[in-house]
């Protein structure tokens, strides 16, 4: 199955600096990878994803880069704002190529934005 | 369109009792997936359902099961309930032909004394 990795497990930036959170995956079959942002108490909410197809992903400024031949991919937030603060997930799917195993997610990258 | 609805929210129980949980999917999502939200662990895939069928299982013990109606709403049962039990349990729908882009409801936080 596949195995994901995320990092940092912390992560503090000022305000209005940028951040970046990395995953590597195990599965090179593997050609979806979300990214999860989780506030306390609340949903896990989808923010970006990117499918194996496309290299890089933006909406607004959050963005999203897919390295297949490392098998890692980053997301990417500039301007921070104290609403970014929350725990950031990636996950890949479970197995490749089937619908039904679920998402294997990584542990989780906690993003603090000091003011 | 309303977003995935879980209830009941909280739930305290007992050693060995059992609990049920309930699932409502987005309106036409078809595919309901079961997570367990812990912090040592993380999230963990539980099981999904696709037209009442289960599809797949993660790496849990038979003590958790669930089941899906024909109006794509999913229960999930925990019996003989352990206090390693005790987590958020998400459930996530999503549409046929697009399993992975799955949207979580609030979860139901379980706790398990």
């Known amino acids: 199955g596949e195995n994901v990795e995320q990092h940092p497990s912390t992560l503090s930036v000022q305000e209005g600096d940028s951040a970046v959170i990395k995953c590597t995956y195990s599965d090179s079959a593997s050609n979806y990878f979300p990214w999860y942002k989780q506030e306390l108490g609340k949903r896990p909410q989808l923010i970006i994803d990117?499918?194996?197809?496309?290299g890089e992903k933006k909406d607004q400024r959050i963005a999203v880069t897919l390295n297949k031949t490392a098998k890692h991919f980053s997301l990417h937030i500039t301007e921070t704002q104290p609403e970014d603060s929350a725990v950031y997930f990636c996950a890949a799917p479970s197995r490749a190529g089937g619908g039904a195993d679920g998402l294997t997610f990584g542990k989780g990258t906690h993003l603090i934005i000091q003011p | 369109k309303a977003g995935v609805t879980q209830t009941p929210r909280y739930l305290i129980k007992t050693r060995g009792q059992q609990v049920t949980l309930s699932c409502s999917p987005i309106?036409?999502?078809?595919?309901v997936s079961w997570y367990q939200q812990t912090p040592g662990q993380g999230l963990q895939f539980l099981f999904e359902?696709?037209?009442?069928?289960?599809?797949n299982k993660g790496n849990f013990p038979g003590r958790f099961s669930g089941r899906q109606f024909s109006n794509s709403r999913s229960e999930m049962n925990v019996s003989t309930l352990e206090l390693g039990d005790s987590a958020l349990y998400l459930c996530?729908?999503?549409?046929?032909?697009?399993?992975?882009?799955?949207?979580f409801g609030p979860g139901t936080r379980l706790t398990v004394t």
């Open positions: 990117i499918r194996s197809n496309v």
């Open positions: 996530a729908s999503s549409i046929a032909g697009a399993e992975y882009e799955q949207y």
């Open positions: 309106s036409g999502h078809r595919s």
């Open positions: 359902y696709f037209s009442e069928t289960q599809r």
